[in-house]
Structure formats: C-alpha cells, structure tokens
C-alpha cells in the first residue's frame, strides 16, 4: 500500500493511499489507536454507501461506534457545531483513548479535528477525507479550526492526527465542481513546488476529470508528498509552510466580501453564483501571479501558463462581478496571515518556486484585484 509518512519532531504518523481502503478502515483505524469505542463523525453530504462502509469497517473491528452526522457549511464551521460534537461524545462517554474518526470534506475534517484535539485534552484522530480538496490540502498537516464572524479559521490548533486515510475511489461520486475545487490546490502545490508536476498536469488534466483511476491515485499520492514535505520543514508556519498560502490571502478575501458559504464542499448555504473555496484560490493565484508580474518578480511566461491550466480545470481566471476593491483591502486586512500590519502575499518567482512578500504597496495590490476584475467597475 502506498504510503506517504510525516515525520515530526514530536509524532509521526502516514498517511496512507490505495484505491478501497474505505472498506479497510477498521483496520487502519486499529493499528493507531485501540479500543472499544470509537466516534465516526461524518459529513451530512456524504454519500450513504461511503458512510456505511466506513461504520461497518469499525464495527468488522471490534469498535463500538458513536455515530456522529453532521451538516456542513462555512456558516455552520462554528463552535455551535464543535459543542454539539462535544455533547455527542460525553453522552456516549467517550474516552480519552477513543479515536474520533473524521469521514466528509475540509470543512468537517476541520471542525472534528478541532473537537478531537479539545475534547479531554486531546483524543486520537483519524482524518478521512472524501473530496480531493480535502485529501490533498485540509487532511494533512494539523491544521484545525473554525470560523468566527470576524473571519476564516481564526479559533483553531495544530493538532496532528494518528493517520489519514485515503480512498481515491471515492472521488468517482465527487461532484464535478468539487472535484475542480480540488485541482485547484494541486495546481497550487505544483506552482510552490514542482516544476515537473505542474507539467504533469498540463498533460493529464483531462484524463483527472475523467475519473481515470491511475491519474486519480497519482494525482493525489505526489500532492500529499508535496504537502507532506512543506509540513515536515514547518509545522506551525513560522517560516516555509506560508508558501501553502499562495493565492489564500487574495482568496479569503473574496469569501468574505461575497459572504461564502461552502468553502468547495457540499452543503454550502452561499449564493448559488459565490465562489466556492477553490475557485476563489484559483482567482487569488491568478491576482498573485498577475502582481508578481507588474513588479517584475516573475517572467510573464508563468502567467500565461497558470491561466490555461486554471481553464482547462474549468477553474475561474477573472471576477465575473468584482466586489468594490476597499471592501477587498480591508478584508486583506484582517487575514490571520497579516504580521505587524502588514499584508503578507506569497508571490510566484517561477513555476515552482515561491516566496514570502511582506512590503508591498497598497497601490499595487489595489490595481491587482482591478485586473482581475478584467477591468470590470469596482461595485458588487
């Protein structure tokens, strides 16, 4: 079985990879974290095949399972939520060596990851993710956490897992706009990374929206190495795991000003015309890409491969209607990326490689989301 470890100063654990690896999870689930009983708190949107092979796997292992739904969306990433996961456990007297087993998107493995690492402490988490956004970006690293109204994952911790597990197979029920929200973050993790891999996908973006098996499972195998590789150099984002951020501080800023509410899973209570997670990072590239450009960071010759990639992937390159640019500086603003004041924008300086700009002019990032506008006027 393919298998990717993170080796961190203080825990280890892999992340591991194979096509029907759901119906194992009993076992993945045991080899981590014994016991009697375990919580599987699952995505609402989930298909009901998924979330029964999953209950009948820790079940096949001996596991009692608390069996958790949950409804997911930007809005409902709250702490409202994390109580209700709180109160499910303690009913069902869930211990401190109970494995909470995290099965849906970004946005459920987020907020039970939260749960878990709070709840008694800190209980034994598995991360199942079921959307390619989550497989290649929310699962990996410990990052946990949940929205406030004052903004995107401000209430969270690092908080590694015991393992993650992941069934590619399950991506053939994957919406289609979920599964190029996905590729969206690959084609980030190439742009920081991987020259090579960014060719890869020039040359494969077909056959990944296609379902091909083979192109799936190496699709997400090289983008959790990639991810894997940046966590291990910088867990807690003191320095290189910022590069992760490319196209972010743009992108967050466009959920917020347009009130997003799906963050590219299922069950979103956004605008049905809103931008969902990964196009808005898909856009947020783009902007990043386009000012690294007009300040003579990076060759012109990047731009003009990252935008018919991002097409192609059926991804968004403009803003069809531009929110006012003051209301997107002052949600810059409030990033949990800005340091001492200042925005913090990682920009491209080639096709995969990227670096940490924390000086740039309000002016320059003024007439970059102008630009992505396509020129368009500055009111929602």
């Not at 009948?56 to 409202?80: H, I, M």
């Not at 996905?182 to 040359?203: P, V, Y």
């Amino acid at each position: 079985m393919p298998t990717v470890p993170i080796e961190l100063p203080h825990h280890r654990y892999e992340v591991a990879i194979e096509a029907g690896l759901l119906s194992r999870l009993g076992q993945q689930v045991r080899e981590v974290a014994p016991h009697g009983c375990a919580a599987l708190l699952r995505d609402a949107g989930l298909p009901a095949a998924h979330a029964a092979a999953a209950h009948e796997a820790l079940e096949r292992e001996g596991y009692a399972v608390t069996d958790g739904v949950f409804a997911t969306s930007e809005r409902l990433k709250s702490l409202d939520t994390v109580r209700s996961m709180y109160e499910l456990l303690l009913g069902d007297r869930l211990e401190r060596r109970s494995p909470v087993v995290a099965l849906g998107g970004g946005i459920l493995t987020d907020t039970a990851g939260f749960a878990a690492a709070t709840y008694l402490r800190g209980v034994p988490l598995v991360m199942v993710p079921t959307t390619l956004l989550a497989m290649v970006d929310a699962s990996v690293g410990g990052k946990v956490g949940v929205n406030v109204p004052e903004g995107k994952n401000l209430i969270g911790a690092f908080y590694q897992p015991m393992r993650v597990v992941i069934d590619p197979q399950v991506l053939t029920t994957l919406p289609t706009r979920e599964l190029r929200c996905g590729l969206a973050e690959c084609i980030k993790h190439a742009m920081i990374r991987d020259a090579a891999r960014f060719e890869w996908l020039e040359n494969n973006v077909e056959a990944v929206l296609a379902l091909e098996p083979a192109a799936l499972t190496e699709l997400v195998r090289w983008n959790v190495q990639i991810k894997a590789q940046v966590v291990m150099a910088d867990e807690k984002e003191a320095g290189e795991r910022a590069h992760l951020n490319f196209g972010h501080t743009f992108a967050h800023a466009i959920e917020a000003v347009q009130g997003q509410g799906d963050g590219g899973e299922a069950g979103g209570d956004a605008p049905a015309d809103s931008y969902h997670h990964g196009e808005a990072v898909a856009l947020g590239m783009v902007a990043a890409t386009r000012l690294a450009v007009s300040e003579g960071l990076v060759d012109r010759s990047v731009l003009d491969r990252l935008v018919p990639l991002l097409k192609r992937a059926g991804l968004p390159t403009y803003l069809s209607h531009p929110p006012a640019v003051d209301a997107l500086m002052a949600a810059m603003a409030l990033d949990k990326k800005v340091a001492d004041s200042r925005i913090r924008l990682v920009l491209p300086t080639a096709v995969g490689a990227v670096e940490v700009f924390g000086e740039m002019r309000a002016q320059v990032i003024e007439q970059a989301w102008r630009e992505l506008g396509g020129g368009v006027g500055e009111s929602m």
